[in-house]
């Protein structure tokens, strides 16, 4: 892992939905990003409250920006909502393993929520290296749906929604069972909860994304560990957050 430290400036901002934005951050940091599935620890106050940085998914990369897209759910990213155009963030970047094994014909990719970000630089690279993706993005329902267009403009997009209001009626599961895509292999990043149902009706060739809270983002606290088939334990900012459907531990 080549993990680098530097200042990103902020240099675009947008609401898509309410409490979810877009931001764009430029600064040499972005030229560690190697790998979609990778992510991005911002450190948000100079104050000792919030003393901790905060991971962040990579919904998009280049040798000079990165894309991040988030919600406000606490006193951390609404200091980040908060920030403006112009402003700069001392970022770690060049963290954790993202999706490395890409060597597939048909795939699916899937998001749930604020797993939906990461998927998107991922569906670019498949597409690059001439492999079919359908995209299937799982939603509570229609006011909480978002890049649903960027997504469509790069392959055939479907939604799901838990309360019907668009799409499929149910889980991003529900849908992979009406559509019965080709699927050599797929890829989720979401709620721990829809991860652990993809890899029981899905055990093979399936590369899970996890979401987990952090204390330092390279390894050296094990705040993020978790139980895997092949190992003891395994840190979700080190060995992942991709982590294989065959290796999961399913809880209940």
Known sequence: MNKYQGM?????????????????????????????????????NDSLQPYLRRPMSICDYDENHIKIIFRVVGTGTKILADKKIGDTLDCLTGLGNGFNETNYKDVVVIGGGLGVPPMYALTKRLIQQNVKVHVVLGFNDQSSIFYQNEFSQLAPTSIATMDGSVGIKGTVVDALKVYDFPMDAYYACGPEKMLEALALNYPNNGYLSYEARMGCGFGACMGCSCKVKSQPYKRICMEGPVLLSSEVMING
């Open 8 to 44: 990103m400036t902020i240099i675009s901002k947008n609401e898509l939905i309410k409490d979810v934005y877009e931001m764009l951050l430029e600064g040499k940091a972005a030229s560690y990003i190697t790998t979609p599935g990778q992510f991005i620890n911002i450190k948000l």
